[in-house]
């Protein structure tokens, strides 16, 4: 039997933090309070204006390739979750790819699934070594979210941040990824998108995100739910089995709704919403190495990782670390 195993993790924030006064000073007219009571966020890290979704994967990744003892060249699969992409092509994958210095001929690509993108990405680079076709996934979750912010929208500017998180999965005769699930329902797209598109040079309609967040609030708390009771049912396991919860870091009330829903207790569950905001597809990867950079989880230990997000898209997946 072939498993995928986690082998290292990696992940990389842009610059110094911005704290929620730092944004009242640039002229937001919002508050710490109201930020911190709403959606537990303090700090988030913007990158610079030269700075891409590519060059953030790249450290990232650096790290995660050096926590599994390998050299770049040793990676047959680059996976790379994005809804800020370098540029309309080529694929920030193959950016990545470049910027590592790989020459092997890998095969590189994105994966769009907004906030859930690192849980679609870790479940195809599963699938591919499963079958036996590949050995070892870079797959990495890597957003420069503030490119795609109206900084007039209080309401949906003080959520965001830049960052990437990036795993390396390898083949394995021990157990790994146990179980996942994905899930989409486009009928949803009008309560969370970034409307615009690009045609003859121009960009035609919205290019800023828009969001209803109450009912974002509400869908997101439902999924994440029932997505991880899915994977538990699949791998015949009850929450309690679980050492650790890795929600999408969107908000720290919708963390801990979920966490109810669920019966977890806030000590088994990972959140850094705090420290870098909703990085998207960045988010998921980010925490987990967190805490595994931080001591908190340790090899053995089970994991369910969660993500819900635009489309509206939603995932699980069940690994042993
Ligand atoms: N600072 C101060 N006041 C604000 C701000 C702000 N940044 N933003 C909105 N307000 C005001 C509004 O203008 C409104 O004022 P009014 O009552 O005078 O009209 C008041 O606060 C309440 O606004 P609501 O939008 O109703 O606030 P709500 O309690 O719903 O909180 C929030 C908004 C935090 C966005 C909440 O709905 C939420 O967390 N939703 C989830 C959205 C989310 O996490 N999205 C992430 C992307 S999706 C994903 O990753 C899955």
Redesign the pocket.
Known sequence: MIYARIAGTGSFLPGEPVSNDDLVARG????DE??VE??GIRTRHLAARDVTSSDLACEASRRAIAAAGLQPEDIDLVIVATSTPDCIFPSTATLLQSKLGMRNGAAAFDVQA??TGFVYGLTIAEKFIRSGSHKRALVVGAEVFSRILDWSD???????GDGAGAVVLEASDKPGILATALHADGSHHPI?CVPGAVASGQVIGDPF?R?D??A??K??VKVLGEVANEVLAESGMEAGAVDWLIP?Q??I??IQATAKRLGVPMEKVIATVDRHG?T?AA?IPLALDLAVRDGRIRAGQRIIVE????G?TWGAALLQF
């Not at 209080?154 to 965001?160: A, I, M, S």
């Not at 993500?307 to 635009?310: H, P, S, T, Y």
């Open positions: 937001i007219d919002t508050s109201w930020i709403r959606t907004v906030c209080r309401g949906t500017c003080v959520l965001f969370l995100l969001m967040g109450q974002v609030f869908f997101a999408h969107a908000n009330r919708i909703n998207s988010s993500g819900v997000g635009g509206f």
